[in-house]
């Protein structure tokens, strides 16, 4: 029974290199606050990304609402550790599983539709989901719910972003993640080889929104408060832009996508208005100069030029 | 032994009767034509058979089992493949790939074993990769197989298509317009490969053409369509000679 | 305030409200009916109609009526200039790209604007005295009667123009089907410009008059509006001119209405309530038609 190839044992092992040397530097101080926390949130981007991607890049459904789904996590999975006194992994599962049975719901009677309808509901349900808590007083609507503990650290960002890329990308390369794909490509094709395309649309929103209120919760817990205004549809069109950026329907993509994203964010930090100025222009550019992405659809480790560099190296 | 029967079938679009008194059977094993002027519901008809459009009168039995009601996937699963008019390929993936999709109603493991990768899934997914590769053998699209579909030749993209419905293990297959595009030569060995695929996998088939010599060639019986409606059944010869096939194709002149 | 007397009430402050969205929901219905493309940054364009509104007034000291039209001039141009830079060059990519560059545009005139008049929200010069005129119980203002005044003549135009003249003639051609307007001898890039042209007035208008209604204009005054202005244009039926007025109109309404009645902290949740129900239940909208794919 063997859950991983050669090459995922090789990709776990960088990476768990690449964790321990980050760590090290974090422990020790060399890397300060300011980059440790952008650390963090790269690691949390990456996951809402990813999880995006499935969505967007893999099954071809335009959604808008992904920080809708972040909230929900956010939210539960604070009261639970705050008011509860819960341990941090279970109310991360939970928040997780509470986001993934909205995004159930939210799937089925909305993925009949399709192209920009989709996508204008999905912004619509992701804001109404937002003002909801925004009036209710027991999570302290407008002002935000206090009191979050600090249980996320860059080992907790680093692990759960590994359990979910390996996660989807597992996914991804079954008969299930096909399915998925190939809805993409043809709906109708697909309908018509046999795959029950409302289950496997409303299967990926499940997946991809459990996902982003797992990162929710693990963003929650990077600070003592949240509140509404963290998780409006610019949030959303944020996780978008590092999904498109990166290349939808590439994994590899989409973990560029949010390094680079979040890195240009931290690096501009310093010039406000610039930032978003610079930020918006780059948008532009990538759009006419390489609409696929960074990555398309490729994978790093599929694509023909590293192919290339390990052939050469035998 | 009969394996569809479609009795009194029609289809409404709005006040526009696309298909009407469609009433046809086939059996098991038989290679049967539809034939008709354009627009005459030859592909309302598949539509109908296949439920992209569901029936608004009439029943449609399959293998004993009425299928009205029944959602494209469902009718799939139950054993009908087909390929389309307008090729839909999966474009963007491989050809491999593209055949591996239609495997997808034959697998078991299920999700979690697939993200695990626990139990069924390795075993699964070697069988579904050597059947795959079996069956572009025989289309001769082996050698192909990590191409991308849409960079095809024409000619290998309806091949890939036809290849792709039989992933799905139909008991009958559906053909829309096969030699649509295809020179004289290309449609012989279209011929040749739809019988032999008939005979080969055991299955029925149910093709739509405008192409005479196939139709003529191949099919055992054949219906006639015209504004919806069969206006003749038979055999080829009884079909080339029949006044009300010629007047609808050729508006009252007789075949030599 | 007895019942109907706050109903009517909030009747008159919604059809004002609804007007304003009505003069946005026109520009993304002309937008989308022409290249299937949700203007995201058209929202950010009412914006800086606003902001050119305050500029004429405060500083050419030119009154309501003058500061609209320049205003509407300037950010028609704007909104062509816009098209032919951003939209254009894309028009034959896929839908993502196009999208996520309206969004790069939103963001652009935001922050820009940002920039340069700062993000503090600026207060409307007063150009017309706050009369109020008293029906009986009711109050409606001069500055309401103003909205609703240039929003009926604006929209008086715009059906005269699509439905009279030869440009009308050819906006409506190029909606339905742009390759065979084009080999009807229509200069489709010309159309198009001048749709944005007219959409971008329109949503410039709706800017001043907000300026002068609400007294206050920020940079990101734009985004909710925008927004909602384009649930009432899906509403009325994406692509339909009497849909995006009719949807505008009722979505002010309701939302007056639940802000009177029900809470004003749900007021932007109404509008998105409106936008699930409609695509779940008729997605073409009020005036819409549908379309199916063949198979």
Redesign the interface.
Known sequence: ????RRQDLKVIAASIAGFAILNGLIESGVIGAFWQFNLIMVGINIILSVSLNLINGYTGQ?SLGHAGFMAIGAYVSAILTTNFQLPFLLALVVGGIGAAILGCLIGL??L??S???L???T???G??IR??I??IQYVGG?AGFMGIPHNTTFAWVFFVMLFTL??IK??V???????C??IR??E??????????TKYKV?AFTIGAGFAGVAGGLFAHCFYIINPTSFT?MAS?NY??MV?MGG?GSITGSIAGAVVLTGISAALADWP??R??I???L??LL??YR?QGLFG?VELLDAKWVKRLKGGKK | MELLRAQGVSKLFGGLKAVADFDIYINKGELIGLIGPNGAGKTTAFNLLTGVYQATTGAIDFDGKSLLGLKPYQITQRGIARTFQNIRLFAELSVLDNVKIAYHSHVKYGVLESVFRLGRYFGEEAEIEKQAIELLKIFKLDEKKNEIAKNLPYGAQRRLEIARALAAKPKLLLLDEPAAGMNPQETKELMAMITWIRQEFGLTVLLIEHDMSLVMGICERIYVLEYGTIIAKGTPTEIKNDPDVIRAYLGGEAIS | MEFTEQLIQQLINGISLGSIYALIALGYTMVYGIIKLINFAHGDIYMVGAYIGFFAISIAHVSVVPALIISMIVTGFLGVLVERLAYKPLRQAPRISVLITAIGVSFFLEYTSMYFVSPQPRTFPAVMESTAYHLGVFVINGQQLLIFAITVILMVLLTYIVQCTKVGKAMRAVSFDTETAQLMGIDANRIISVTFGIGSALAAAGGVLVGVYYNSIDPLMGIMPGLKAFVAAVLGGIGSLPGAMTGGIILGVVEALVSGFISSTFRDAAAFAILILVLLFKPSGLFGKNTREKV
């Open positions: 029974m063997n859950m991983l335009f009677p909305t009949r539709l192209g920009d309808y996508a204008i509901a912004l619509g349900l804001e109404i003002i909801t925004m009036n407008a390996f996660f597992n996914f390369n079954s008969s299930h993640g096909r399915a794909i190939a490509e043809n109708i094709a697909a309908e018509a080889m046999g795959i029950n395309t299967m549809f069109f978008l832009i498109v939808l208005e610039f978003m100025i930020y918006s222009l948008l532009i759009m006419f609409p659809n």
